[in-house]
C-alpha cells in the first residue's frame, strides 16, 4: 500500500459512534451493521491496490448478495484517489469497464468520499453519466445523514452550497441514512421525516424505499406498515424500491428481501419492477429544462401513482 493510500484508510475508516443505531430492531441492526463493514472494507482494498486486476477479483470474493455494497465501497476509495491525485478518472474508467454493471453502487460510494473530504460534489457530475452521475449527490447526502446526524436530520439543515435540484438527490440519499440509522423501527422513520417540510418528504420517501428494497432487514408486516405510514408518498416508495430491484437484477444478484420490497411496494415482482426501471431511462431528453434523472424519476413513479379518490 502507498503512504497515501495508508493515510486515506484511516481518514476514511467509520467509528463505533457512527454506527450507533437507533434502538430499534437488534437484528436489523446487526444487518445494517454488516452492510457498513462490507462498505469499508471496498473502500480499504480500493485504497490498498486500485489496479483494476487486482482489485476486481478481490471485490467479486465478497458473497454475491454483499457484493453490491463492496463495490459501493470502491467507488468511495477511487474518488477519494480522483480528488487527491486528479489527472485520472478511476471513476469513469471503472464505470466504463469492469463495474460497469454497478452502476448505482460506484457514484452512490462517490458521492460518500467527496462528503469526506469537503469537496462540491456537483463539480464532480461531469466526469461521470448524465443521468445516473446524479447519484454522486445521492452518496453525498446519505454520508451527511450518516456522519453528521444531529446537523442534517435532527436540525433539517439545508444543504444552501447545492444547487436546487443537487438538493433534491441529496434528500433522497439523506431518506437513506434515516432507514439505516432508524434500525428499521417504521415509527422513528415516519415521525422524524414528518418533522422536515413538506416540500422535502417525497424526496426523503424515496430513499426509503430505496435503502429498504436494496439493504432489506425487515419481514413483510414491517414493510407493510411502511407503506401505510408513507400516505400520500406511497409512489416514492415504490419509486426507490424499483430501482433497488433494478440494482440487483442489473448484477444478477437478486435478493429475498429486494422480492419482499417490490410485492408489497410496487405490487409487482421484482424483475418486472427492474425492466420498468430500464424502459423508463429509455429516449430520455439531452436538453430539457429538467435533469434528465428526474425525467426519469418521475417517469417511473407516475407508473405507481394512486389514482385520487373521486
Not at 99 to 117: C, E, K, T, W
Request: charged fraction near 20%.
Amino acid at each position: 500500500m502507498t503512504a497515501l493510500g495508508k493515510i486515506l484508510r484511516l481518514f476514511f475508516g467509520v467509528s463505533e459512534e457512527a454506527t450507533s443505531f437507533h434502538q430499534g430492531n437488534r437484528e436489523a441492526a446487526q444487518r445494517l451493521e454488516t452492510v457498513i463493514r462490507v462498505v469499508t472494507k471496498g473502500c480499504h482494498i480500493t485504497l490498498q491496490n486500485s489496479r483494476f486486476e487486482v482489485l476486481v477479483p478481490r471485490l467479486n470474493a465478497v458473497e454475491p448478495e454483499l457484493r453490491g455494497f463492496a463495490y459501493e465501497g470502491a467507488g468511495i476509495g477511487l474518488a477519494a484517489l480522483d480528488c487527491l491525485l486528479p489527472w485520472k478518472n478511476r471513476t469513469r474508467d471503472f464505470l466504463d469497464g469492469p463495474a460497469s454493471s454497478y452502476i448505482y453502487a460506484v457514484p452512490l460510494g462517490a458521492g460518500m468520499a467527496l462528503a469526506r473530504l469537503h469537496r462540491h460534489p456537483e463539480h464532480f457530475l461531469t466526469r461521470l453519466d448524465p443521468v445516473l452521475g446524479w447519484l454522486i449527490i445521492d452518496g453525498y447526502g446519505f454520508h451527511e445523514g450518516f456522519f453528521a446526524r444531529q446537523r442534517y436530520v435532527a436540525k433539517k439543515a439545508v444543504p444552501t452550497h447545492l444547487s436546487a435540484y443537487a438538493r433534491r438527490v441529496f434528500d433522497q440519499g439523506l431518506g437513506r441514512s434515516i432507514w439505516f440509522s432508524s434500525s428499521t423501527d417504521i415509527e422513528y422513520v415516519a415521525t422524524t421525516i414528518t418533522g422536515f417540510p413538506v416540500s422535502r418528504q417525497a424526496d426523503l420517501w424515496s430513499g426509503v424505499g430505496l435503502a429498504c428494497g436494496y439493504t432489506g432487514g425487515v419481514e413483510r408486516s414491517a414493510i407493510e406498515t411502511l407503506q401505510r405510514v408513507a400516505g400520500s408518498y406511497r409512489s416514492q416508495l415504490a419509486l426507490g424500491a424499483a430501482i433497488a430491484a433494478n440494482a440487483r437484477h442489473r448484477v444478477g444478484n437478486p435478493s429475498t428481501h429486494a422480492e419482499l420490497a417490490c410485492e408489497v411496494l410496487c405490487g409487482l415482482p421484482s424483475e418486472t419492477a427492474s425492466h420498468m426501471t430500464d424502459a423508463a431511462r429509455e429516449n430520455l431528453p439531452i436538453d430539457g429544462v429538467e435533469p434528465t434523472y428526474e425525467v426519469w424519476r418521475q417517469r417511473l413513479a407516475a407508473q405507481f401513482a394512486v389514482p385520487a379518490e373521486s
